[in-house]
């Protein structure tokens, strides 16, 4: 079988997490409109008769190092080159950024096999571009294929999935064949709660609140979950509860329906929310919140 590691790789909101969480059929990555919602290295594992493709979904490349968060962001991004066997590199639409340069560099210094899957073609009238694009690319760089996907309908998925199996070695199965990922569902109870926060908030306020969960417990029949919600400021915080604590109540209806969906049992969840001042521009602070693994 072949068997290894993809790395997933693109500028922030390209559709990194979609692309993955539709090549495993099933929701492992959190999403949303908003760039740098992945914060975290997420490791999403498909069986198939061919074999098993683990892949590795990343935050986005960026050049803004200006806090500490965003240093992590960037660590965790480019240690996921090291240790993959094959490269898939996510652009969005038929013109190449100012911060592609730099994963040009990159990819050069990885030496890896490395596709070009060029996201959201569904909007691209004339496919005559696709060709163009895709020949000025290839003088560019060796990418072994090229490919034009829609993440979110699923075009081409399937010939980017035989490619990316094609570039594996043979191995035997690095993970058992049922396993979907090696994050442990408190986690991913996280980054559900993370999600909502994302999703119902304004532009500025996800990237100044991060969630961590105090306690997860198991009983029969139901898993009780109290999460905290950190933010940066007071006035944030008053946000995020809402009049009367209407918004934390969306977020807490919203969260409990997709982490009962996850793990297939009655959840319990209870949010608080709290203030750690510049939790994101502090390395302590990201280690004592988990950002550990950049």
Not at 40 to 54: D, S
Not at 55 to 72: C, I, Q, V, W
Not at 110 to 127: E, H, M
Request: with cysteine; aromatic share 8%.
């Amino acid at each position: 079988m072949n068997c290894g590691f993809v790395a997933l790789i693109g500028r922030p909101n390209v559709g990194k997490s979609t692309l993955m969480n539709h090549l495993l059929k099933q929701k492992i990555s959190i999403t949303s409109r908003k760039p740098q919602t992945t914060r975290h290295r997420i490791l999403g594992i498909n069986t198939t008769e061919a074999g098993q493709a683990i892949y590795m979904d990343t935050p986005g490349m960026h050049n803004s190092e200006k806090r500490a968060l965003n240093r992590y962001l960037n660590r965790t991004a480019e240690t996921t080159l090291l240790g993959v066997d094959v490269i898939v590199w996510l652009i969005d639409g038929l013109s190449w950024h100012e911060y592609d340069e730099v994963i040009f560099k990159k990819l050069e210094q990885a030496g890896l096999p490395v596709i070009l899957a060029v996201n959201k073609v569904d909007k691209v009238k004339d496919k005559d571009e696709i060709l163009a694009f895709f020949s000025e690319a290839q003088h560019r760089f060796p990418f072994e294929h090229l490919v034009p996907i829609s993440a979110l309908k699923r075009t081409n998925l399937d010939q980017l999935e035989t490619l990316i199996m094609s570039l594996l070695p043979e191995s035997d199965l690095i993970y058992p064949e049922d396993q979907v990922t090696d994050r442990p569902e408190r986690f991913l109870a996280a980054e559900i709660v993370r999600e909502k926060l994302t999703r119902r908030l304004g532009d500025e306020l996800p990237y100044a609140l991060t969630v961590e969960i105090e306690r997860y417990e198991e009983h029969p029949g139901i898993t009780k979950i109290y999460a905290i919600i950190w933010v940066e400021r007071l006035t944030q915080k008053n946000i995020v509860i809402g009049t009367e604590g209407e918004m934390l109540k969306k977020v807490g209806t919203d969260a409990r329906f997709d982490i009962e969906k996850l793990i297939a049992k009655k959840v319990y969840l209870q949010l608080w929310v709290k203030v750690k001042k510049g939790w994101s521009d502090s390395e302590r602070a990201l280690q004592s919140l988990g950002f550990n693994d950049g």
